[in-house]
T-cell receptor
Framework: AQSVAQPEDQVNVAEGNPLTVKCTYS??????LFWYVQYPNRGLQFLLK??????LVKGSYGFEAEFNKSQTSFHLKKPSALVSDSALYFC????????????FGIGTKLQVIP | DAGVIQSPRHEVTEMGQEVTLRCKPI?????LFWYRQTMMRGLELLIY????????DSGMPEDRFSAKMPNASFSTLKIQPSEPRDSAVYFC????????????FGSGTRLTVV
């Protein structure tokens, strides 16, 4: 069965510092990997995806993520955090060739401190 | 496009009452998903449809929950009778084709059963 793990419930980072939100996955086939962001009282918003190709994926709002097949990881990164980046971040995976069932991680709360 | 539209945004009901949540997906998206979000269990997939046909309802908690999609532009999630443990935020999401582009989520319905 496919799964994703987000090992940190919360990540705190000072404004202007680089940030990393961790995600590891477990699938039996080739994965499609996603990051979503959820602001308070809102639905999830798509940030970026990895399907195939370049392991470094760039997405919205200056975020990027690196796919590492050997470590089965897909960590979300940003070179310089903004207070407005404070939100809940979800990693998600689906298996290529399979049907549409997406598995979401439990979410990591990012707090950017001014 | 106005995105995925859910109604109502908030619903407060008494235990035992019937509750109906509504969703209008993005035009042209042929997949529709219903998720439930709670602090304890995170995001749970309840059911999803492809071309208006239910594909996987294994996440529906029990017979009190039912979902329909009578046409490509409308879906409902019904809880009858409702219980306090059903209190959660319910999200609808839609996607085109294989989901490689990610999902678009609605803003959710916050359900409180008292």
């Amino acid at each position: 069965a496919q799964s994703v793990a987000q090992p940190e419930d919360q990540v705190n980072v000072a404004e202007g510092n680089p940030l990393t939100v961790k995600c590891t996955y477990s699938v039996s086939g080739n994965p499609y990997l996603f990051w979503y962001v959820q602001y308070p009282n809102r639905g999830l918003q798509f940030l970026l995806k990895y399907i195939t190709g370049d392991n470094l994926v760039k997405g919205s709002y200056g975020f990027e993520a690196e796919f590492n097949k050997s470590q089965t990881s897909f960590h979300l990164k940003k070179p310089s955090a903004l207070v407005s980046d404070s939100a809940l971040y979800f990693c998600a995976v689906i298996i290529t060739g399979g049907y549409q069932k997406v598995t979401f991680g439990i979410g990591t709360k990012l707090q950017v401190i001014p | 496009d106005a995105g995925v539209i859910q109604s109502p945004r908030h619903e407060v009901t008494e235990m035992g009452q019937e509750v109906t949540l509504r969703c209008k997906p993005i035009s042209g998206h042929d997949y529709l998903f219903w998720y439930r979000q709670t602090m304890m269990r995170g995001l749970e997939l309840l059911i999803y449809f492809n071309n208006n046909v239910p594909i996987d309802d294994s996440g529906m908690p029990e017979d009190r929950f039912s979902a329909k999609m009578p046409n490509a532009s409308f879906s409902t999630l019904k809880i009858q009778p409702s219980e306090p443990r059903d209190s959660a935020v319910y999200f609808c999401a839609s996607s085109p084709g294989t989901g490689r582009g990610g999902y678009t989520f609605g803003s959710g319905t916050r359900l409180t059963v008292v």
